[in-house]
């Protein structure tokens, strides 16, 4: 089994909004995750999408970005024939590996209450959860 992380451009489009889609992400294909979206966000100096091909097939996906303050990792996911093997793990380390660049960086992600696979994942990579904090939004638009 051939398996390679690199970064992803726009070519890769299709290939992310599958992986997105068999994982369950939900995606706002007319919003920020619009090939014209998408494709401004990686043209952004602190930000790299991350794919995890397996014998050439896009199966894994990441983003991550550096705001300044913090190193944002967001909509990971991995194709369900290929989850338990430890592939998101291995993208939350390219992240980490990433932010490096940018010195000392509170690394985040923003994980929704049921999601227990994506807790025990992040917990298993080091991070630890605050229950604290509410995520708050203001949006121009609702598909945004
Ligand atoms: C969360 C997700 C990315 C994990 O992908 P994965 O490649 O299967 O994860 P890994 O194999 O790297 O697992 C790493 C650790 O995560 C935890 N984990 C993964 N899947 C789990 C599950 N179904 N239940 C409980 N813990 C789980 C385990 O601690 C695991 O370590 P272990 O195998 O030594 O027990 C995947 O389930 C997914 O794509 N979910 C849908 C999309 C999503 O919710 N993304 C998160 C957005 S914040």
């Not at 952004?44 to 705001?67: H, K, M, N, P």
């Not at 992600?109 to 994506?118: F, V, W």
Request: aromatic letters at 10%; hydrophobic letters at 40%.
């Amino acid at each position: 089994m051939d398996r390679l992380i690199r970064k992803l451009t726009i070519d890769d489009y299709e290939g992310i909004i599958r992986v997105w889609s068999v994982a369950g992400l939900p995606f706002k294909s007319t919003g920020r995750d619009s090939r014209e979206m998408m494709a401004a966000e990686m043209k952004l100096d602190a930000c790299e999408y991350f794919g995890l091909l397996i014998d050439q097939r896009l199966v894994g996906v990441v983003i991550a970005q550096y705001d300044g303050r913090h190193g944002w990792i967001n909509r990971l996911a991995v194709d369900p024939d290929y989850r338990g093997i430890g592939l998101a793990g291995d993208l939350i380390e390219t992240c980490e590996k990433y932010f490096e660049r940018f010195g000392e960086v509170v690394i985040s992600a923003l994980i929704e209450d049921e999601n227990t696979p994506s807790m025990s994942c992040f917990g298993k990579a080091g991070f630890e959860c605050i229950t604290s904090i509410k995520y708050w939004s203001k949006r121009p638009r609702a598909d945004l």
